[in-house]
């Protein structure tokens, strides 16, 4: 009964390289939301994702970031040209259903540009 | 614009005492709040949620308040044990997305 499953957990990437973060949801849960947490802050929303369909982006930066949820295989996010600004931890949670179901989170991905 | 505001960055309790740590919003119209516990190098968890309609709700150690009327939460845990050194988060749900105070670290010491 495996948790919602992030990888990398470390990724180290040179400022103007890509990163991928993938995201695999729990078994059974079709709604997927990537959050980003910078140093000493909160846990900030990016995108709400079901299968094939972005439900709600508002807090995705409107450049570099995208985000898909294929039919088959992981969510992925994917950050084009990274700055320094990009490093934080970035968490995937999943649900069995959208709005009032409990979202259970991944263990994150840290990124970091130098 | 902070809509939910945890004003204590950091707290320091004796094991087997109280913890209080607060939740302030903004936004009068929300009625369902959760608090979640983070690990270091792990995700978060949820402990422990409240509906607008209710003015108390408790899980064993834990016990969450709300008072509507000063747009405030707390989370009480007794007794304090060191496994409880964490990051606790309020949260609010905002239609799906839910909006996350900036934590308090909670340390329990022995």
């Known amino acids: 009964n495996a948790g919602v499953m992030q990888n990398p957990r470390h990724l180290v990437r040179r400022r103007g390289q890509e990163a991928r973060l993938r995201c695999s949801p729990m078994?059974?849960?079709?709604?997927v939301y990537w959050y980003r947490q910078l140093p000493e802050e909160g846990l900030k929303f990016m995108v709400y994702?079901?299968?094939?369909?972005?439900?709600?982006e508002s807090g995705m930066p409107k450049e570099r970031f995208s985000a898909e949820f294929p039919k088959e295989g992981p969510s992925i996010l994917r950050i084009q040209q990274v700055v320094r600004g990009d490093s934080a931890a970035y968490f995937c949670a999943s649900s069995r259903g959208g709005t009032g179901d409990e979202q259970y989170f991944g263990p994150g991905t840290r990124l970091t540009v130098t | 614009d902070q809509q939910v505001k945890q004003n204590s960055p950091s707290l320091s309790v004796q094991e087997g005492r109280i913890s209080i740590l607060n939740c302030d919003y903004t936004?009068?119209?929300?009625?369902?709040f959760l608090w979640y516990k983070k690990y270091p190098a792990e995700g978060p968890t949820f402990l422990i949620s409240i509906s607008s309609i209710k003015d108390k709700n408790e899980d064993g150690r834990f016990t969450v308040f709300l008072n509507k009327s000063a747009k405030h939460l707390s989370l009480h845990i007794v007794p304090s044990q060191p496994g409880d050194s964490a990051v606790y988060f309020c949260?609010?749900?905002?239609?799906?997305?839910?909006?996350f105070g900036k934590g308090t670290r909670l340390s329990v010491i022995a």
């Open positions: 994702l079901q299968k094939e369909n972005i439900i709600d």
């Open positions: 936004n009068s119209m929300f009625d369902y």
């Open positions: 949260a609010v749900p905002r239609g799906t997305p839910l909006v």
């Open positions: 078994k059974g849960h079709s709604h």
